[in-house]
């Protein structure tokens, strides 16, 4: 079964740009004879290293994504330590596969419900519920009538009204 990857690797910075391509041409070459397939390949370029690798401080990076079976990932990676223009290479599976809705990660029946068949509302759900009531709505003009029992002159003292404390 192929499966998808993505190959990224970094070339030594000391070669010219036709080795450099002749490099990435090798490599792919390895990918379709263990019986897989490059379906993209892309040269970063020259760039700085977070790290110093094999006394080189920069290097050209590449992308490739590519098709392989898994049982000829090992031999792939083998290839690529042994190709002394290769200092550094990583694959990883390119896409996430999501477990089917009744089984766990190993393939088992699940045994304990999920949270809606438990009845244990989602993080949805609870936001949106509150506490429920009518709405109040905003008058639309401001009541312009002024009280000459509550206007106060600046420096004069407000005195509680009688039975207030």
Same mark, same amino acid.
């Given at each position: 079964?192929?499966?998808?990857?993505? &190959?990224?690797?970094?070339?030594? *910075?000391? $070669?010219?740009?036709?080795?450099?391509?002749? =490099?990435?041409?090798?490599?792919?070459?390895?990918?379709? !004879?263990?019986?897989?397939?490059?379906?993209?390949?892309?040269?970063?370029?020259?760039?700085? &290293?977070?790290?110093?690798?094999?006394?080189?401080?920069?290097?050209?990076?590449?992308?490739?994504?590519?098709? &392989? *079976?898994?049982?000829?990932?090992?031999?792939?990676?083998?290839? &690529?330590? $042994?190709?002394?223009?290769?200092?550094?290479?990583?694959? =990883?599976?390119?896409?996430?596969?999501? $477990? @089917?809705? /009744?089984?766990?990660?190993?393939?088992?029946?699940? =045994?304990?419900?999920?949270? !809606?068949?438990?009845?244990? @509302?989602?993080?949805?759900?609870?936001?949106?519920?509150?506490? +429920?009531? @009518?709405?109040? +709505?905003? @008058?639309?003009?401001? /009541?312009? =009538?002024? /009280?000459? /029992?509550?206007?106060?002159? *600046?420096?004069?003292?407000?005195? *509680?009204?009688?039975?207030?404390?």
């Amino acid at each position: 079964m192929l499966r998808e990857y993505e &190959l990224f690797y970094i070339i030594r *910075p000391d $070669l010219d740009d036709e080795q450099v391509r002749t =490099t990435m041409d090798e490599i792919a070459e390895v990918v379709a !004879a263990d019986g897989g397939a490059v379906a993209k390949s892309s040269l970063w370029g020259r760039r700085r &290293l977070a790290y110093q690798i094999a006394g080189f401080t920069d290097g050209y990076y590449v992308l490739k994504e590519i098709s &392989l *079976p898994g049982e000829n990932l090992r031999e792939l990676e083998r290839q &690529l330590r $042994l190709d002394e223009r290769v200092i550094r290479s990583l694959i =990883t599976l390119s896409q996430v596969y999501y $477990l @089917p809705e /009744d089984e766990d990660r190993r393939g088992r029946p699940r =045994t304990r419900p999920r949270r !809606a068949e438990a009845g244990v @509302p989602g993080d949805d759900q609870v936001a949106d519920e509150g506490v +429920e009531g @009518p709405e109040e +709505e905003a @008058p639309d003009e401001l /009541d312009e =009538t002024v /009280d000459a /029992d509550l206007a106060v002159e *600046p420096g004069q003292a407000v005195e *509680p009204d009688e039975g207030e404390e």
